[in-house]
Each structure stands twice: as C-alpha cells, then as structure tokens.
C-alpha cells in the first residue's frame, strides 16, 4: 500500500500481518478523495477503525490540518505508528488505541469536532449503523461535516441516523461508500462548488 497523491505521494505504508484488518482498496480511496477534495484542505479529518492509517494519511497527504486514528487492534496501532513516523506526519495526527464507542465518548468529552468523519468497521460486527447513531448525536460533528460509512454492498446502513442525512452513494462491487451530512446542511462547500 502506498500514498497516491499529494505532498506524501508514492511513500509506501506498513501493513499489519495477518487478517484481522482490511485494508481500504486503491480505488475505493481514489473515489473517497476526489470526491471529498474540495473539503480536504484544511480540514480535521477523523479515521475510525483506522487500520494501518491509508485513509487518514491520504488526507493529510491531500491537504487535510489534522488527522485523529482510531484503532483497537495492537498490529495495525503499531503499523500506523510506524507510518506517522516515516511520513514524519506526527505534529498533525494523534492515534487512539481504542474501540470506536470509547473514542468517540473521549473526543466529545475533549470538545473535539471534525469536518471529515471516515468509518470502516468490520462488515459483520453492526458496527457501522451503531458507529453512525453515535455520530448522528451531533457531538463530534459541524454544521458542515462530512461523514463517509463503507460498508457491505447488501447491507446499507439507513438513509437517517440521528442528524445525519445520506445523500450520494459509491458502489465498487461488494463495497460501497455511503456519504452523510447533518439534515440542515445545503451540500454547499466554500466557492459554492456542490459535493452530492
């Protein structure tokens, strides 16, 4: 796995071993970008069930300020680890070993809010309806953010969780990208360039 584009492009990421994460494929990540680029520069991007940290570190790549990862598995926190610190990216991340649940309770509690919100649980666990409800609460999120759910084709989670509203879906065969916004956000980003 490597960086596609951006200031880290071409450097090569450390992958845990064995089977226990699944690395986001090249182009679900190419398609997940381009269509959050114009939010990107600046932004604070939030990587659950981060794995070895391709999506998160894509983003700062791409222009995003911050990245927070979120992980609970030992091999992927120490692979992720190891790549903020060969892409000498560790002023702008911060790594949570933790499960999702517990790490979003923390971040709210520290008033943290992100534009950019990324999810890629396990397909099997119920793990991204539950991920979604939490985050539908509000407290991690602006009038504005963007929170993306990849999830199993057959399984969508629903259009509605909390404050947050699906409006554009990206299907790759069996994966598929599910795009959410809070209700009373008018899918218009800065210029007035539309995502949706």
Known sequence: MHIIAGSLKGQRLVT???HRTRPTADQVRIALMDTLMPRLPG??????????????LEALSRGAARAVFVEQD????TALQ???ATLRVKSATRVLR????????R????GERFELIFLDPPYDAGLVEKTLARLGDGALTTADTIVVAQ???KRPPPDILGTLAAFRTRRFGETTLT????GAYDAQVPGGNPIG
Do not use: I
């Open 16 to 18: 845990p071993r064995g």
């Open 43 to 56: 932004a604070r991007f939030l990587d659950l069930f981060a794995g070895a940290g391709g999506v998160g």
């Open 74 to 77: 030992a091999g992927a926190v």
């Open 82 to 84: 190891l790549n903020v």
């Open 98 to 105: 933790a499960d999702a649940g517990r790490a979003l309770n």
């Open 107 to 110: 971040l709210a509690a520290e």
């Open 151 to 153: 999830h199993f084709t």
């Open 179 to 182: 795009f959410f916004r809070p």
